[in-house]
């Protein structure tokens, strides 16, 4: 083969060079979709409109917008409550922010064809932007719009020349199921709200709510098991529509409602049982408390019917019994899992306000207070049953002071003494002379303390059993 003098190469193979050179180039850049094409055992075609895309940028995104909005209740204001775009602690993140939060009701009319998902329009990202400002703000996005069920917690941060970095979010929803889904999600809602009473207080809001989803909501043990992020479980669609949830769908929901109805809620991450967890922080007439819904909807129906306000309204020092309040999101510190994935190791908050208040506490507002165990606390008791019998109320909770044993308590609440009746004797008896409700027949008794969940050790809960 003759030899080209040196500097007299064709124009064809100069070209070619200059490609391989570009791609090298590509390559090395993280994020690229070359190296992503390379990687993936894309044929030689792939590889080349990889590299287009590096060089030119994304081609144009053929989208469709989503124009969703969600039911309200007369005589409730709807509140949007974005605390954790307000934690952002710059103009650029919240600016990024912003564009995240606009993108998200855009939807590729076509799947991905590498994942199989959908995906939002892209958001281009400031180069100065650190990988952990990226989680940060996309979290905070998601955390504040619990609506937007169809977002993944997966997400692509690329690069080109064109571009420069961009952020890739993904939807395992079309557009139309999207709508359709949305659809479904509204009538759920707004059977809810219909369930409140005009000019209700916000305690009762909170109750109607808290009820709701205590008595529709199956928790999902098997997405639990599998960590399926993808799964319906953990998200607003599964709890509302599909009523199979985990505590992330529970949580989702709760903000969802309470914002509708005017009362402002936070997302809360830590950990239970030594897993990940997820509640609401609520403000209910000033103060503000916990809210673990998925906790009071125990997995049996007895659990639920004796624990079902367990974890209404609590304080820090309460639900930190057998909760951990994950670290604020200022301390954050991500890093590369082993899939590829940019994560955090540990689970963060937005901004939480403390929780000191008992003032609305289910308990501590509506059980009967027993601190003498005397002629009066059985009057106490006595009341709380004949409020009870009107509605054929199953449970009544008797809540003891601090300084009285556990023992001592039992023995006066269920124990006949030199022939006398017990105390719930005497109050059952007493209640069913009144003659105002309906009369009560027996009565069982359920100690609420246990080693897993101490957060009321003096508190017990009375079964009524009706003729």
């Not at 409550?81 to 952002?88: C, E, F, I, V």
């Not at 914002?259 to 049982?273: A, D, F, L, T, W």
């Not at 103060?287 to 009071?296: E, K, M, Q, V």
């Not at 309040?325 to 590369?336: L, N, P, Q």
Request: proline share 2%; net charge negative.
């Amino acid at each position: 083969m003759k030899k080209l003098p040196k500097g007299k190469y064709t124009f064809k193979i100069r070209l070619t060079a200059l490609c391989a050179a570009v791609m090298l180039a590509a390559v090395s850049l993280s994020g690229c979709a070359t190296s992503t094409a390379i990687a993936g055992g894309k044929d030689f075609d792939g590889i080349m409109a990889a590299l287009k895309t590096d060089l030119f940028g994304s081609a144009e995104q053929d989208c469709q917008q989503l124009s969703l909005s969600l039911p309200v209740r007369a005589g409730f204001d709807p509140i949007e409550d974005k605390s954790a775009y307000a934690s952002l602690s710059s103009d650029t993140l919240r600016s990024v922010y912003e564009d995240i939060e606009r993108n998200l009701y855009q939807i590729s009319t076509e799947a991905d064809e590498d994942t199989g998902y959908y995906v939002m329009r892209y958001t281009r990202l400031p180069s100065e932007l650190a990988f952990d400002d990226i989680y940060i703000v996309k979290e905070a996005v998601i955390c504040d719009h619990p609506e937007a069920f169809w977002v993944l917690s997966r997400y692509d941060v690329r690069n080109n020349f064109h571009d420069g970095n961009y952020l890739v979010l993904y939807s395992k929803y079309s557009y139309d199921q999207i709508n359709a889904a949305f659809a479904e999600i509204n009538a759920a809602t707004e059977q809810i709200l219909a369930r409140i009473p005009d000019r209700a207080d916000e305690v009762e809001r909170e109750t109607i709510i808290h009820n709701a989803l205590v008595d529709s909501i199956t928790y999902d043990i098997a997405a639990a098991e599998s960590d399926d992020s993808t799964a319906d479980a953990f998200n607003l669609y599964g709890a509302m529509v599909k009523k199979q949830a985990v505590c992330s769908g529970y949580s989702y929901a709760a903000k969802m409602l309470l914002n509708r109805v005017g009362i402002e809620s936070r997302i809360v991450v830590g950990m239970s049982k030594n897993s990940g967890h997820m509640w609401n922080q609520v403000k209910i007439n000033g103060n503000w408390y916990h809210l673990d819904i998925t906790w009071d909807d125990s997995l049996t129906e007895s659990d639920v019917l004796y624990k079902r306000y367990n974890y209404f309204n609590l304080t820090d020092e309460l639900i930190q019994r057998n909760h951990k309040i994950g670290k604020d999101f200022s301390e954050m510190v991500c890093e590369y899992g082993d899939d590829g994935s940019y994560t955090t190791a540990e689970l963060y908050n937005f901004r939480l306000e403390p929780c000191t208040s008992l003032e609305e506490n289910y308990h501590e507002k509506n059980a009967a207070h027993v601190s003498k165990m005397d002629s009066d606390d059985i009057s106490t008791i006595t009341n709380r049953i004949v409020d009870a019998s009107k509605t054929k109320g199953e449970v009544v909770y008797i809540l003891f002071d601090s300084g009285i044993s556990n023992d001592d308590a039992e023995t006066w609440l269920a124990r006949r003494q030199n022939g006398n009746y017990s105390a719930l004797e005497k109050s059952m008896l007493n209640a069913n002379k009144y003659g105002i409700g309906a009369r009560v027949r027996s009565f069982s008794l359920v100690r609420m303390f246990s080693d897993e969940e101490p957060v009321w050790p003096n508190l017990y809960a009375v079964r009524l059993i009706y003729a």
